[in-house]
């Protein structure tokens, strides 16, 4: 039987996941994501249906986050109608970050309408790709899968979902194809990060596909990261100024809660420290961690919910409730920590909280994720004197610390150690995926050295039949 391999996204680049594995005649769906960068670009990917939605038989989602769930709505209006595994962790989360994703879309056309209208132009008839109205029939198509459980999605065709480690209820996915074990790592977590499991090895396999995001670095130790936000924090606030954390909804923002919580705990902040959340979204998310310890690891266990304490609750701790508040805090000079997203500072509010505090040296901008080429992420953390935001310029003159503790994915390091186990005489192809150039190139060398037969970067839209 013919199985083969075509990417539609994440090929050369990190954003927009979109893997079509087929199987003789079945096609089957890994993730559709979202792409992110430069504007106009993504937005042309974004609008674009590279292949017929209604031929998908089957659709998986590794993870909640947007870059791997964001597209299905699209897909949705143009026929899309196959079941879409996923852990329930992983239905939630993406059913609420799809929804944002509408949200924010509806919210920009909106804009865009009233500032032409402003400046006497004709509506620019810019139409969001998918409204409030198509997110729920994709959450409808949604069908949740334990991990371990072995499940036959299309005849003779077996799907198991194993924990990677990455944001809650993310997964690898290994597919049975008579003695053929196809696996997809889907984003590839860290061992001991806060809150999650450590990546689960998935069994052996013939065929592997990999992300790359950190194929050319290696992370500080997260143990590392506790003491310099203990360090930023408090000097920041012996300084009387505010540390601003753009940070994604998902994962990152719940993480940040979890540590800050630690640090109060154990008497490394100072006492009267308010911390804030404000993300709507990130409000939303922390309420499906919250009613999920089954997937926490022990450490959190035994931290707080052996105790009955919500890690995601204390009384430093509170979030923003509407926009007006968020308004108000962005403009104060109160000294404070400040959490809000979105992750790249492309969108959300973090990007008015920037806007009112970059030019302000008493504040600290704390960077703890990746941050794709061409964002406002990016600018910051590559410490250009001078950002746009809003369309507006601003100098910077604020503090920046970039961390890479932080990261929910594995480095170079952690990708090979994850691998180590695979039997090379069995493993015939790691595909590369979801990497930009250099870091595809540098873990292509460093997985070809430890005895794989052949490691392939994926090119877009170019069909591997294995
Ligand atoms: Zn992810």
């Given at each position: 039987m013919k199985i083969s391999l075509t990417s539609y996204g994440a090929a050369r680049e990190v954003t927009g996941s979109r893997h079509l594995l087929t199987v003789g005649g079945k096609r089957i769906l890994i993730d559709c994501g979202f792409f992110q960068g430069k504007r106009k670009e993504s937005e042309a990917k974004n609008r674009e249906v590279p292949f017929d939605p209604a031929s998908i038989d089957a659709a998986v989602l590794t993870h909640g986050h947007l870059d791997h769930c964001g597209g299905y709505p699209v897909l949705g209006k143009n026929g899309f109608k196959a079941p879409i595994f996923a852990t329930a962790p992983t239905a939630e989360i993406a059913g609420i970050v799809m929804a944002d994703c509408a949200h924010i879309q509806e919210g920009d056309a909106r804009w865009l309408k009233k500032k032409a209208a402003k400046k006497g132009l004709p509506d620019p008839g810019i139409e969001p790709l998918y409204d409030h109205e198509d997110v729920p029939p994709i959450v409808k198509l949604m069908r949740p899968v334990r991990y371990g459980a072995r499940t036959e999605i299309l005849p003779g065709i077996f799907l198991t979902l194993t924990d990677a480690g990455h944001i809650l209820g993310s997964a690898m996915a290994v597919f049975e194809i008579g003695d053929v074990r196809f696996g997809f790592s889907g984003d590839l977590g860290r061992c001991h990060m806060p809150i999650l499991r450590d990546p689960q090895f998935p069994g052996q396999l013939d065929h592997f596909v990999c992300e790359s995001t950190y194929g050319n670095r290696v992370h500080d130790e997260f143990a590392t990261a506790e003491n310099e936000v203990a360090e930023i924090v408090s000097e920041s606030w012996k300084r009387g100024g505010k540390v601003l954390i753009p940070a994604f909804a998902i994962g990152r923002t719940q993480e940040i809660v979890w540590l800050l919580h630690r640090l109060v705990d154990e008497g490394r902040l100072p006492a009267d420290i308010e911390i804030w959340v404000d993300s709507p979204m990130g409000m939303n998310v922390t309420e499906v961690f919250r009613k999920?310890?089954?997937?926490?690891d022990e450490e959190t266990k035994q931290a707080f919910t052996d105790h009955?304490?919500?890690?995601?609750?204390?009384?430093?701790l509170r979030y923003v409730k509407d926009v007006m508040e968020s308004k108000a805090l962005s403009q104060s000079n109160k000294p404070a920590v400040v959490i809000a997203s979105s992750g790249m500072c492309e969108s959300g509010r973090i990007c008015h909280h920037l806007a009112a505090q970059v030019g302000n040296p008493a504040t600290t901008v704390m960077l703890v994720g990746y941050m794709a080429e061409h964002t406002l992420g990016r600018a910051l953390a590559e410490k250009r004197p001078y950002v746009r935001i809003y369309g507006e310029e601003y100098a910077v003159k604020s503090r920046l610390k970039n961390m890479n503790a932080f990261s929910a994915h594995a480095d170079s390091r952690e990708t090979i150690d994850f691998m180590k186990p695979f039997d090379r005489s069995r493993l015939k192809n790691v595909f590369l995926v979801h990497g930009e150039t250099p870091a595809l190139e540098a873990l292509r060398e460093k997985v070809g050295a430890t005895g794989v037969k052949q490691v392939t970067i994926v090119e877009p839209r170019t069909e591997y039949e294995v």
């Open positions: 999920h310890p089954e997937c926490y009955h304490e919500n890690p995601f609750g204390f009384s430093q």
